[in-house]
Nanobody
């Protein structure tokens, strides 16, 4: 079983930064972790993912160069550093653990465990 808890969301002006955290328990730290987001009226979309050892990452084109995913396995935590935020980044952000432990999937249906989400609002 995997338990995930996100934190770090909030309200920020365009151009600002936030760092989200995903605290994990259970067997989460032998598997990849992904970040997704969902804006009102839109489907949940992939943001970034990282392998269990932190060596490999992947990003959605819309956040490449602005967001950085990392992990500290000693703290059982995955981070999403978000810089140069835009109003279009406004959404609920979720971290998730995949069904296949080593796969950095980009589809929500590839993930089995989800946190409760944290709201990020970027004002213009």
């Amino acid at each position: 079983q995997v338990q995930l808890v996100e934190s770090g969301g909030g309200l920020v002006q365009a151009g600002g930064s936030l760092r989200l955290s995903c605290a994990a328990s259970g067997r989460a730290f032998r598997i990849a972790i992904g970040w997704f987001r969902q804006a009102p009226g839109k489907e949940r979309e992939f943001v970034a993912a990282i392998t269990s050892n932190g060596v490999s990452t992947r990003y959605a084109d819309s956040v490449k160069g602005r967001f950085t995913i990392s992990r500290d396995n000693a703290k059982s935590t995955v981070y999403l550093q978000m810089n140069s935020l835009e109003p279009e980044d406004t959404a609920v952000y979720y971290c998730a653990a995949p069904k296949a432990p080593l796969v950095m999937g980009i589809r929500p249906d590839e993930y089995a465990y989800w946190g409760q989400g944290t709201q990020v609002t970027v004002s213009s």
